[in-house]
């Protein structure tokens, strides 16, 4: 990985330890994960000790040691999402992506989770998309969501 990125990630925050969580936060927006080189670097930046920011990126569910793709897809199973077609949603996505729930797509395109409640019962199922929800979701739904996201992938690299 690019040390002279995390240096200017790093750089955009104080030198504290108090802003480990923020720093961590930047490092995985920009990667999709927290490489362990990085880590490394946030922890002498910091002068926090390395079992300190590995126990933080360990404790927090919004945190990832494992390359995710570039977009997350994540599905709430708790019981009203349950009731209301999570799981066919979720074998949707499976079919849809050839991947598990805690998978990532061969291409790194996505990857798919499935979370215990998002706190949303009465508008679900609800699924998100790199943090945009959408309520109600139905396997068709879900199947336009994707191909339009696939259809923007495909855009945004022609026009790079």
Known sequence: MDVVHYT???ERNENHPSQLIE???DIQEEYHYLPEDALRAVSAKLNVPLIEVFRVAHFYKAFT?????NHLITVCTGTACHVRGAPRLLD???GELNISPGGTTSDGAFTLE???CL?????????VIDGTYYEHMTPGKLRRLIESTREKDIEDSAHA
Do not use: F, K, Q
């Open 8 to 10: 200017r990630i790093l």
């Open 23 to 25: 720093i961590l936060h």
């Open 65 to 69: 040691l494992v390359p995710r793709g």
């Open 92 to 94: 949707e996505l499976s």
């Open 114 to 116: 499935a979370v215990n």
């Open 119 to 127: 706190g949303a019962c009465a508008l679900g199922p609800i699924v």
